[in-house]
């Protein structure tokens, strides 16, 4: 499948600063989904993104989906410990598969 | 609560013996995963299935088998597993109400090969 490149690989923060993890594509993106892995856990759906330029809000996670539908970002202000994890972006393709980026793997010094 | 099962949670097998994972759903989804997720990488897709048809990954080794008997189970099979093949196996379902629905993940069974 077509890939999704997802940086930066890995981020460590301190407790209450913020952290943005990107995912690109070199073609268009019919949407984009993002999931959270908790360590030990399972990966877990937060959001799906559908239109250009979309922007939806959890609380203190902002998902946006670029004009051109080719990236997208996850940023999350002022993190707390809960926040730790992996967090994949997954491009939905056909056939009902998702093809996951490789995931940016959170860590929040308290 | 309707959710996705999977057991057993931890599974220890030896070399060459094989082994069966199973899940199971309550979410009555059309569309049940099996992944492989290694540490610190991805969840990689092996097959799926839509209802009964089976869609096999061109690259998952013919080592690793798939069985859904019905709408709520499904079955991995390793028939001979390898060392490489100690990971965490990943179950998910889809409602598939449209190509990129949702996927709901199980919790997972880490797998050890000694």
């Known amino acids: 499948g077509q890939q999704v490149m997802q940086i930066p690989q890995y981020q460590h923060v301190q407790e209450g600063e913020d952290f943005t993890t990107y995912c690109n594509s070199s073609?268009?993106?019919?949407?984009i989904q993002w999931y959270k892995q908790r360590p030990g856990g399972h990966p877990v759906f937060l959001i799906q993104l559908v239109k250009s330029g979309e922007v939806k809000k959890q609380k203190r996670l902002t998902f946006q989906f670029g004009e051109a539908k080719k990236n997208s970002s996850l940023h999350i202000t002022a993190t707390q410990t809960t926040d730790v994890g992996t967090y994949f972006c997954a491009r939905g393709g056909s056939n009902y598969k998702l093809t996951f980026g490789k995931g940016t793997l959170l860590t929040v010094n308290p | 609560d309707a959710m996705v099962i999977q057991n057993p949670r931890y599974q220890v097998t030896q070399f060459g013996k094989p082994v069966t994972l199973s899940c199971s759903q309550t979410?009555?989804?059309?569309?049940m995963y099996w992944y492989q997720q290694k540490s610190s990488q991805a969840p990689k897709l092996l097959f799926h299935?839509?209802?009964?048809?089976?869609?096999n990954e061109a690259d998952t080794p013919d080592n690793f088998q798939s069985r859904r008997p019905n709408t709520s189970f499904c079955f991995l099979d390793i028939r001979s597993p390898g060392l490489g093949d100690a990971a965490m196996y990943l179950c998910?379902?889809?409602?598939?109400?449209?190509?990129?629905?949702?996927?709901?993940f199980g919790p997972g069974t880490r797998l050890t090969v000694l």
């Open positions: 299935y839509y209802d009964k048809d089976f869609n």
């Open positions: 979410l009555n989804h059309n569309v």
């Open positions: 073609t268009t993106l019919s949407n």
């Open positions: 998910a379902t889809s409602r598939a109400g449209a190509q990129s629905d949702t996927q709901y």
